[in-house]
Structure formats: structure tokens, C-alpha cells
């Protein structure tokens, strides 16, 4: 079993700062892209940040600056770091992942997805 477990969310006040975690654990052989995605309430998903399994990263255009995606790769985590944060920025955040797994006779690949954290901005 392959399961990604993300943690750090919370109430902050904006302009805070807050740092979310993603581990995957499992029988994993190798993880490439990982990303962090958000919902607010009544909005659609949406695609924050993105790292490739060498470090490329990228970022959608309203975090750019302020939002920091980074992975360990020894632990299997990848971290979102939020600062400057703004009310309009409260939702779940998802972590996602390509994750191929160990398997008995050879491997899988698939894509998985973290059960979301919280975060609250508050005026």
C-alpha cells in the first residue's frame, strides 16, 4: 500500500507564514512529480506548484514569490512553504504524486493523492 499523508495546516493570520508536508510511505521504489493543489469552498482545484524528480519547480502566477515547493527525497516529502499569505487563500490543500510502486515480479506506476490539509486565513 502506497498512501501520502500531508500535515502543517492551521489558522494563521495573513501575512503569516505556514508550512505544509506531504510523506509518502508504502512500498515505493521511486517518486517523479510531486505537486501541491488547493479548493476553497464553492472554487474549483487548483494547481499551485509543481517539482520534477531533478528539482525543476514552477508555480502558478498569484503565488509566484511568496509560495516555495521543495522535496526529500530520502524521506519520500514534499513541503509547500506559504508566506505572505492572503484571506482570499484559504482552502484544502492536496498534495499529489507519481509514485511507482515495489511490486512482487516488477513494479506499478500510479498517481495518488493526499487527503488535504487546512488552511484558514483570517483577517
Known sequence: QVQLV??????????GSLRLSCAASGS???????AWYRQAPGKQRELVATVSSGGSTNYTDSVKGRFTISRDNAKNTVYLQLSS????????????ADIVMRHLFGKRRNNFWGQGTQVTVSS
Open 85 to 96: 499569505l492572503k484571506t482570499e487563500e484559504t482552502a484544502v490543500y492536496y498534495c499529489n
Open 6 to 15: 500531508e500535515s502543517g495546516g492551521g489558522s494563521v493570520q495573513a501575512g
Open 28 to 34: 515505493i521504489l521511486s517518486i517523479d512529480a510531486m
